[in-house]
């Protein structure tokens, strides 16, 4: 992650609220805010006072609403622009449960005013969340830290960028927990837990399009996976240069990722060999580190059948009897799981690589080739 993008948690060196000031929130923050009409008929810029009261709703929802959890971490995870940002125009007319974001906000709202021995109908509440969103630019909610650690029980802090935010004048960021408290954390350490951030997306258009430049990590359901182009980090390293050129094999395993959602966690199944790519390139074909097209598929990626998780395993194979590996590999949250594949004795082991349905790839990708070792390669997907 960016330098940028990890600035986001550092947001209100400059906010120019006391904490006092911030409290004052809780005396009327919709009213205010509902009768605030547009200026020259342009949509206006939403107040920091008013991001942080979305933030306080959003914070308070996420404390009881598991569904809401879910929805924001498993769409953060799917990384549409290549981090982890839900951004409010793709999502907003999407259910979770039976309620759409714009909904959840204004229940949320009501809620609060009523807690507050204020009487707000649904109609102000809803004008005042759709002029609050529609004040953000490119609104959305990013997980900028953490995102694999967010287990689903836990409710994360919510922090809003202000409106004069500057990424490189900050020292303290405000926040809200579950509970609707303001809790300060230091802009200078990074938090250990995952934060939902709102703020405006940078990598798209006003239409909500990835911009080009940055890469997008969206796969379809089912889409052709093939081995594009790979190169060997050094020849004389995995095969001396009296057997001339090596004799190349990558297996591909299915990893599938365990249902966080129960304890302890376990594996849904144990990893199985999906299949096996090989290639005998000729050894001046390799040699310095020179791409080598493959372009070669490997399988037609169904998330039901094969979850979002494989693993690469890549050899040089030599003559010699076979052998199983026992590969142990610790995935989040401690859960263990096991490969078995077989290899020939002599042969060299070039490196191993989880591959995740998540992972920027071709032809999006073309800068940055997964290097597990000895290989560098891509993979693609159409």
Request: with cysteine.
């Amino acid at each position: 992650m960016n330098k940028k993008r990890v600035a986001q948690l550092a947001c209100l060196a400059a906010i120019g609220l006391s904490l006092a000031a911030c409290e004052q929130q809780d005396v009327s923050p919709a009213k205010a805010s509902i009768a605030a009409s547009s200026v020259n008929g342009e949509a206006e810029t939403t107040s920091t006072e008013d991001r942080n009261q979305l933030a306080r709703l959003l914070a308070v929802e996420l404390g009881s609403n598991e569904k809401l959890r879910d929805f924001l971490r498993e769409e953060a995870l799917s990384q549409f622009d290549g981090d982890y940002d839900v951004l409010y125009q793709r999502v907003a007319d999407r259910r979770i449960g039976d309620e759409t974001l714009e909904d959840i906000f204004t229940r949320q709202f009501v809620r609060q005013a009523e807690n507050r021995g204020q009487s707000v109908s649904g109609d102000e509440a809803r004008s005042w969340v759709q002029r609050t969103i529609a004040g953000i630019p490119l609104c959305q909610f990013s997980v900028p830290v953490n995102c694999e650690k967010w287990e689903n029980s836990y409710a994360p802090l919510v922090i809003a960028l202000p409106t004069d935010f500057d990424d490189m004048k900050v020292e303290s960021i405000l926040s809200f927990n579950q509970d609707g408290k303001e809790e300060v954390l230091d802009g200078a350490v990074e938090p250990e837990q995952p934060v939902v951030v709102i703020g405006s997306n940078e990598r798209v258009n006003e239409k909500g399009e990835v911009e080009a430049g940055y890469t997008t990590a969206n796969r379809n359901n089912g889409a052709m996976e093939r081995l594009e182009r790979y190169k060997i980090r050094d020849i004389n390293a995995i095969e001396h240069w009296l057997l001339g050129g090596p004799e190349l094999q990558m297996q591909y395993w299915v990893a599938p990722m365990p249902n966080y959602s129960t304890y302890p966690y376990q594996p849904a199944s144990p990893p199985y060999q999906l299949g096996t790519w090989s290639q005998n390139p000729s050894r001046n074909s390799v040699k310095n580190g020179q791409w080598i097209n493959s372009q070669s598929l490997l399988y037609y990626w169904y998330l039901n059948s094969y979850g979002q998780t494989f693993r690469d395993i890549w050899v040089e194979r030599d003559a010699g009897p076979n052998i199983r590996l026992n590969l142990s590999v610790t995935l989040p949250k401690g859960v263990v799981i096991t490969f078995n594949p077989t290899i020939g004795s002599n042969d060299e082991r070039m490196g191993e690589q989880f591959v995740n349905y998540n992972d920027p790839h071709w032809p999006q990708n073309q800068q940055n080739a997964y290097g597990p070792g000895e290989v560098y390669y891509f993979r693609g997907s159409y």
